[in-house]
Every structure is written in C-alpha cells, then in structure tokens.
C-alpha cells in the first residue's frame, strides 16, 4: 500500500537511514536528505527513493530543498551534529552553527513545508535528544540546541494546530551509529553501561525508527505536541549510576 511521501533529513548514515528503511517498509516514498551525496544516494536507492543534497545549515540551500518538493505527508527533522566542546571554550559562531543545523533547519523546514503538509493532514517528527532534558557537559551548545527542537515541537503542535499536522519528538538516549562509534569503542566501558541502564543494552537505530513510524502513523492520530524518550530508561535512571559511581562501578 501506497502511505505517500516522507522526507528524513540526515538519512545518509545512522538513526536517520533506519528512518528512511523503516518508512519505505511502511509504504512511503522516501526523499534522502543528507549532506553527504555518496551516503544519500546508497541509501535512496537501498529504498527505492530519492537522493537530495542539502547542506541544511545554510538557509539558501534549504530553501532550494524546499522548491524541489511536490507533496508530502511525513517530514522527518533527523539531522544533527553534536561536535564536542568545553562550555569555556564554545564562540558564539560554534555555537550558532549546533543551532543552525540541530534548531533553525527543522524551524525553516517546517515553516516551509507547512502547506504541503497541511494538505495532506501530514506529521512532522523531530529526533530530539535525552539531552534536551538532561545537561550533556562537554558536548557545547548540543543540549541547548535540542531543549531548542523540543520547544519548538511543542510551540508547532499548538501554534500551527489549524493545519491538520500533527508534530511530536523522539528523544533517544544512547545509540550505536556512525556518529557515535568513537564514543562507544571500549568494550568495558560498554559493558559497565549497559549494566547499569535499565533496558540493558544501547540502542539501535531500528528502535527509534520504529517509533518514527508511529508518530507517522495514523495510529498516533491524537498526539501531538509529544516528547517520547526511547533511551531504554537512561534519563530515568540518575540513582543507579550514583550508586554505581559511589561503588567504584
Ligand atoms: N546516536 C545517538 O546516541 C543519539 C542520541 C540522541 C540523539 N541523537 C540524534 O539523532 C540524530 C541522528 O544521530 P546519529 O547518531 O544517527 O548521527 P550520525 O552522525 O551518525 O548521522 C547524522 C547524519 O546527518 C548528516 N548531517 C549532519 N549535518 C548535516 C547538515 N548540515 N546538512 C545535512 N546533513 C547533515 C550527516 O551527514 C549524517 O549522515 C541527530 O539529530 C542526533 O542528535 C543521536
């Protein structure tokens, strides 16, 4: 069954390719969104869709994406960059450019994709963060940039309630992708996490994808303006990582 068109940005790698697997399963038509035009184009025609270069921190490419688009029904802000950085050291222009890609280009997608959303009753679904709600030290202007996303998810869901789109967030904890693989190198660090993580394991760019697909979905028909935290318990679990912290791990 046809399902219609969706739009993952960031789809060339990681939780965004699971995204765009994910909903070319579901019956969409996909558009692959990345940066990066050799990972796009692998990805669109793993799924049988379409590959779009965009550099989405620059306004004018955005909007160029933006014209070449006919219909849609699901937009899904995926992108993100999480380079690290000490808060003292963080300029305004590193700072800014987090923004720019993590808060601003799902804003200007949005805002720009709204009518043709609005026609077809669409959904819109931001991969936030578990640190929009927790402080990530270290990581710069990351969780500012997604407490941004999620705000404005909320802010979306009520302002443009008239349009008929629906608009809620995914919020991952830790998942194992290519952008974060030299964060998740050592098999004892590893292991000590996942110990202590509820749901035992990192997660896997399949489980966020599915919740995507939900959000999608007619059957989330009455959500809206929703963060739903698939981190496998992370963000809940602060008092057994004291404990194994006060225990020497
Ligand atoms: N992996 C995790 O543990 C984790 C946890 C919480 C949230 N997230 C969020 O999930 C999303 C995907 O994360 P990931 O781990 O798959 O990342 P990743 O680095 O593996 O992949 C990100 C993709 O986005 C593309 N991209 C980056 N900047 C871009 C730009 N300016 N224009 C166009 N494309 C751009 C990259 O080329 C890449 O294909 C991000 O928004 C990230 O913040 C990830």
Same mark, same amino acid.
């Not at 990681?14 to 035009?37: F, K, N, Q």
């Not at 014209?67 to 300029?91: C, E, H, M, Q, W």
């Given at each position: 069954?046809?399902?219609?068109?969706?739009?993952?940005?960031? &789809?060339?790698?990681?939780?965004?390719?699971?995204?765009?697997?994910?909903?070319?399963?579901?019956?969409?038509?996909?558009?692959? $969104?990345?940066?990066?035009?050799?990972?796009?184009? $692998?990805?669109?025609?793993? #799924?049988?869709?379409?590959?779009?270069?965009?550099?989405?921190?620059?306004?004018?490419?955005?909007?160029?994406? #933006?014209?070449?688009?006919?219909?849609?029904?699901?937009?899904?802000?995926?992108?993100?960059?999480?380079?690290?950085?000490?808060?003292?050291?963080?300029?305004?222009?590193?700072?800014?450019?987090?923004?720019? $890609?993590? &808060?601003? &280009?799902?804003?200007?997608?949005?805002?720009?994709?709204? +009518?043709?959303?609005?026609?077809?009753?669409?959904?819109?679904?931001?991969?936030?963060?578990?640190?929009?709600?927790?402080?990530? +030290?270290?990581?710069?202007?990351?969780?500012?940039?997604?407490?941004?996303?999620?705000?404005?998810?909320?802010?979306?869901? $009520?302002?443009?309630?008239?349009?008929? #789109?629906?608009?809620?967030?995914?919020?991952?904890?830790?998942?194992?992708?290519?952008?974060?693989?030299?964060?998740?190198?050592? +098999?004892?660090?590893?292991?000590?996490?996942?110990?202590?993580? +509820?749901?035992?394991?990192?997660?896997?760019?399949?489980?966020?994808?599915?919740?995507?697909?939900?959000?999608?979905?007619?059957?989330?028909?009455?959500?809206?303006?929703?963060?739903?935290?698939?981190?496998?318990?992370?963000?809940?679990?602060?008092?057994?990582?004291?404990?194994?912290?006060?225990?020497?791990?």
């Amino acid at each position: 069954m046809v399902m219609g068109e969706a739009l993952v940005t960031g &789809a060339g790698q990681g939780i965004g390719r699971a995204i765009a697997h994910r909903l070319a399963s579901d019956g969409y038509s996909v558009t692959v $969104v990345d940066r990066d035009e050799t990972t796009a184009k $692998v990805v669109a025609n793993d #799924v049988d869709g379409r590959a779009t270069v965009c550099d989405l921190s620059d306004s004018s490419a955005i909007e160029e994406l #933006v014209t070449s688009v006919r219909k849609l029904d699901v937009l899904v802000n995926n992108a993100g960059i999480f380079p690290p950085s000490p808060l003292k050291d963080l300029t305004a222009e590193r700072f800014r450019h987090v923004m720019d $890609v993590n &808060a601003i &280009a799902p804003l200007l997608l949005t805002q720009r994709l709204l +009518p043709l959303l609005s026609d077809t009753n669409g959904s819109v679904v931001n991969v936030a963060s578990m640190a929009s709600k927790v402080a990530m +030290p270290g990581a710069g202007a990351y969780s500012p940039s997604k407490a941004a996303l999620v705000s404005l998810t909320k802010l979306c869901a $009520v302002e443009f309630s008239h349009s008929g #789109v629906r608009f809620n967030a995914v919020a991952p904890g830790g998942v194992l992708t290519e952008g974060t693989a030299q964060y998740t190198a050592d +098999p004892d660090r590893e292991s000590r996490f996942n110990a202590v993580l +509820p749901l035992g394991r990192r997660g896997s760019p399949e489980d966020i994808a599915d919740v995507v697909s939900f959000f999608a979905s007619p059957d989330s028909r009455y959500i809206t303006g929703q963060v739903l935290y698939v981190d496998g318990g992370l963000s809940e679990a602060t008092i057994p990582f004291l404990r194994a912290a006060q225990d020497g791990g």
